[in-house]
């Protein structure tokens, strides 16, 4: 039941909040991660030296996001792999591993396979899924559910935010386990992950409209390209997977610092790129030279739809649209920034008139190989 909303989409992406604030709940304790699924598991995290993450499409640039955090937290290599890629080359992987699979469905066939692969080759498998009971969360020795709710629309939304916030919560629990995070530092990031909900919601209400205007001046655009960097940089791909799958148009996600190594050749007058820039605050070089890249493809013609942060004056002479996101430390940004992305690939989709919940040729749940 679409519940007066215009397509299961719009739906989703207005619960987005609750996809976050839902899969936080009843897993904090005296500002402590606490996930009672993991309970006597500790032996799960102790004797592991990397983890590996298994996914495919936007559960594995949710991945690749954890990656950073789980890093930072946990100090342990995390590589974040298609699952349908790994097991074809003989991965160096034993009892020493760690092999965590995103799935919203839990029923993807290259994931289940990946994870079945990992589990005869002896490492230890942990399942985030949001789907009750299915077929992956089963296969796998531990299991944190996502709680985004049932997602109907093809296209993954609420899911998508709900992942990323399953991976940070691991990745503070297993900090803590390992000895690598303070119990000071972990309670300052779950407040941080506690505030990012009613963020959420300021964006989809102070930003919903415009985004709305500008994907109807763009109804005819035929290539959109997505920059981003450091955690940015899997919400760049993220945007671009959305537009191609909602609205069929061609678009591109890179790492920023990659643009002079090719892609800045794709950049002619009019072209239309987002970019989502950094802090200034927690990270001032890196937005500094984020803000070098926008006036380097602005300087050759590109339209700049800025993502920055509230009170980020110095994008402003340089973009022609500045979305604003609030303020957040740098590894909660993506759980902001990729809400105007969504918001965008969905309104451009509806401005082709499009069918927004059911794109052609993609099926919700891909159950074979
Ligand atoms: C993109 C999308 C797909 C899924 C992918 C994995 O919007 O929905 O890329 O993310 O097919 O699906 P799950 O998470 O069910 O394994």
Redesign the pocket.
């Given at each position: 039941d679409k519940g007066g909303w215009s397509s299961f989409m719009a739906k989703e992406i207005s619960e987005e909040p609750e996809a976050v604030a839902n899969t936080i709940r009843g897993r904090i304790h005296e500002g402590q991660v606490e996930i009672p699924e993991l309970d006597g598991l500790d032996e799960l995290f102790a004797g592991i030296n990397r983890v590996i993450i298994v996914?495919?499409?936007?559960?594995?640039?949710a991945g690749q996001v954890g990656k950073y955090a789980i890093e930072q937290w946990a100090r342990i290599p995390v590589d974040v792999e298609l699952?349908h890629e790994f097991r074809y080359r003989d991965p160096v992987i034993g009892d020493d591993t760690l092999v965590v699979s995103?799935?919203?469905?839990?029923?993807?066939m290259?994931?289940l396979m990946a994870v079945k692969y990992a589990h005869e080759r002896g490492a230890k498998t942990l399942s985030i899924?949001?789907?009750q009971g299915a077929t992956?969360p089963r296969e796998s020795d531990a299991i944190v559910y996502t709680h985004a709710g049932p997602e109907v629309a093809?296209?993954?939304?609420k899911?998508?935010v709900a992942?990323i916030t399953a991976l940070y919560l691991l990745g503070l629990h297993v900090g803590r386990v390992r000895g690598t995070l303070s119990a000071v530092e972990a309670e300052q990031h779950v407040r941080e992950l506690e505030s990012i909900p009613a963020k959420i919601r300021r964006i989809i209400d102070e930003e919903q409209g415009r985004i709305e205007q500008l994907a109807h001046w763009m109804a005819d655009t035929r290539s959109v390209l997505f920059l981003g960097r450091h955690v940015g940089f899997p919400i760049a791909m993220?945007g671009a997977?959305?537009l191609k799958?909602l609205a069929y148009i061609h678009a591109e996600g890179f790492a920023a610092g990659e643009l002079k190594h090719g892609p800045i050749a794709l950049i002619e007058a009019g072209q239309p790129v987002f970019v989502i820039v950094p802090s200034p605050r927690e990270s001032a070089e890196l937005h500094k030279k984020v803000v070098s890249n926008i006036e380097e493809i602005r300087a050759r013609g590109a339209r700049v739809i800025a993502i920055a942060e509230e009170g980020d004056a110095a994008v402003l002479p340089h973009a022609d649209e500045v979305l604003r996101i609030p303020l957040a430390g740098p590894l909660f940004e993506p759980l902001l920034a990729v809400i105007p992305l969504h918001i965008y690939a969905m309104a451009l989709s509806m401005a082709k008139g499009l069918d927004v919940d059911q794109p052609r040729n993609?099926a919700?749940?891909?159950t074979v190989e």
């Open positions: 996914a495919c499409g936007t559960a594995a640039y699952a995103i799935s919203q469905s839990g029923e993807t290259d994931t899924c949001n789907t992956i093809v296209a993954s939304t899911a998508f992942q993220e997977l959305k799958e993609l919700k749940s891909v």
